[in-house]
């Protein structure tokens, strides 16, 4: 199943293009992927000569945007960024802009042409992908060449492989349920929850200066790991994400204890859509329905 | 809350107990029967359990879960509901041991406000005696460096109460990977370090070794179940060569010399290599969680209603902002690289200064769980070699554009 070793075309280019950016002074650090002790990993590039460190291949999962959060003071520290994203990554790219928490002259995006990733980073070598091991979220992909670049790199790629169970059968799975065994299911799910917020912390688009789970007068949710307290933390998690989410699976990815949490999301990304027709894409103007305001609006209330 | 035992030296207990180890065999199934005497007794056996999160609640919801891989099991120490759930094959419990001894939140005190008055309540708490068997040694080593800290300035009643109720058996670890460290900080995969005792497999059963006087008790209490066919030449023999072998696999993912990486982390708090530790890193906290040695928490009041409410202690992290966010908005900690040293300060400094040892078994969670790639091993190896050789390191990145610690 595992023959080939796809290291994405356009890694020379990659790395030419990071070279001379930092060589003319565009940019201060490129932000992209290289070989860990194990897999692969984020790495800041701030020398020219280390621009040849740079790789991309299907073990590049990392949505790196989250670094452009307004929350990395570290990051921003180092000076102007040039970012290695994916099409899923420049969704959250757009997402920023949308949101006004980037300016687009604060980063300079190189785009690599993306056929899809696996499901997990932390392996010695780059696998070809497969039903069983490509990240479920890659089927489907309508940005594998993101439009919101400055500079694109890489071949046209193809469609990645359809997951053993896609995402949407998940969810559908679990809508065929009962409400009591749905809710079963999730309540032991969101009993593991240990409250680290290693979801909120690495997702791109958790950009509140104060979380509301920081906020004690009043106490909105109970900090405390107890059931309620994490139906309280998820849940709410979940709907400030509705509408926002590019579906880049860091949450679920970062989440020690494995709570499926791509399947909360998918379910808000399919209400999203058929209540106000909408799809989260790498175009900054495509404004998003939490943060739009229409005359025409069909939610009576709200007028 | 306790019933006034002197519950901190049997906590400490364990080193402070003589004579020489009791060594016993005992097979798969004389195992199994004594856990189910355990169970019988009314006593809780702890052990790591494997669940498929995909069988659960309903077939149809487990599909709904299914990931190919690991993903769909989840390890962890868990109290058993019968012998036969019992799995020495298994892995590295997710989250370490510690969950057992200071749970992810407890509630130490209730309270009703009654016009002005203030009415506390005490949570009752019993410390039923258990048994944890199978514990991984990184874990259980982990239980005996936090009892300094536990019984420092304050002594920790809830803590000390659960560690004097407690036996713990360990395995000698059988799963052994490219981020596990042990005998680089002190310990090893057959130690019995915050342990009463240690199973090594054999053929055919298990080597039994009891350390403690609370191991040689639930030795004579079990004796029905050993045998003490232990020959040297060949059971004890083929023990003591796994547990060799286990060593000698550890030390080869890392050799650092504690003492200078103590010393050194000490005297160069502003050096670059610690002052950009942790550029990758997402300031999550996930590696705290999982740490069998990291012991802060929060104390906070849960409102449950109007006017009463539940005063718990939770975990709480050092990789978040909140964990020294002054009253007035001051930050001393105002950014993750700064927060990462902290983490690395206290425990191969600050912490081996105080109590005479490190903060940290090797058991390789942190690195594991984390998906940017900040890697202990390759850090500590960074720091020692700085240490051993300070010129090189003092020649790394200017520190207005910081590199990774290493790449």
Known sequence: MTEAAPVYTGVDDLRRIARELLEAGDVRVIIGYENARVGARPVFVTDPADADKLIFDTRCVHNLVTYLNPRRDHVAELGKIGLVVKGCDAKAVAGLLRESQLKRDDVVLIGVRCGGVLEASELPAALALTPENVAPRCYGCDNREPTLTDHLVGEPQPEPPRPVMTIDERVAALDGLPAEERWAFWTEQFSKCVRCYACRQVCPLCVCEQCIVEKTQPQWIEPSAHPRGNVSWNVTRALHLAGRCVDCGECERFCPVGIPLSLVNRKLQQIVAERYDYKVSDDPENVAPIGDYRLDDQQEFIK | ?407
């Open chain 2, 1 to 407: 809350m306790t019933d006034g035992t002197d519950t901190t030296s049997a906590a400490r207990g364990t080193a402070a107990s003589s004579g020489p180890p009791e060594r016993y065999f005992l097979s798969e199934a004389d195992l199994r029967s004594l856990v189910g005497d355990l169970l019988g007794a009314g006593t809780e056996v702890i052990a790591p359990l494997a669940t498929d999160v995909c069988q659960s609640p309903s077939a149809v919801a487990a599909s709904a879960c299914t990931l190919p891989g690991a993903a769909a099991v989840d390890i962890d120490y868990r109290p058993l509901a019968g012998a036969d759930e019992l799995d020495l094959s298994r892995g590295l419990p997710q989250l370490s041991l510690k969950e057992h001894f200071l749970p992810e939140h407890e509630a130490l005190c209730r309270w009703k406000q009654k016009g002005t008055t203030v009415e506390v309540e005490d949570v009752p708490v019993e410390f039923a005696p258990r048994v944890v068997l199978a514990a991984k040694p990184c874990d259980s080593a982990a239980l005996a460096v936090v009892d300094q800290v536990m019984n420092w300035d304050y002594q920790d009643e809830l803590w000390n109460g659960r560690r004097a109720a407690t036996t713990i058996i360990n395995l000698a670890c059988p799963v052994i990977d490219e981020s596990c460290f042990c005998t680089a900080v002190g310990t090893a995969p057959d130690d019995t370090k915050g342990a009463d005792g240690l199973l090594t497999p054999v053929d055919g059963g298990y080597v039994l070794e009891v350390t403690t006087d609370k191991g040689r008790a639930f030795a004579a209490a079990h004796a029905a179940r050993l045998s003490d066919d232990v020959p040297a030449d060949t059971r004890g023999r083929q023990a003591a060569d796994e547990r060799a072998a286990a060593r000698a696999r550890v030390a080869a993912n890392l050799e650092i010399d504690a003492a200078s990486v103590r010393d050194w982390i000490g005297t160069h708090f502003e050096d670059p290599l610690l002052a950009s530790i942790a550029i990758r890193c997402n300031g999550c906290g996930a590696c705290t969680s999982v740490c069998p040695t990291c012991h802060c928490f929060d104390i906070i009041d849960e409102e449950e209603g109007v006017g009463r409410g539940t005063r718990r202690r939770c975990w709480d992290t050092c990789q978040a902002p909140t964990f020294t966010l002054h009253a007035s908005g001051h930050n001393p900690r105002d950014d993750q690289n700064v927060r990462y040293r902290q983490r690395i300060n206290h425990k191969y400094s600050i912490y081996p200064l105080k109590f005479g040892e490190v903060l940290c078994t090797g058991c390789g969670r942190c690195t594991r769980v984390c998906h940017a790639g900040q890697d202990i091993v390759e850090i500590l190896q960074a720091i020692d070699i700085a240490a051993r050789r300070p010129g090189e390191a003092a020649a790394e990145p200017a520190p207005d554009a910081p590199e990774p610690v290493t790449s």
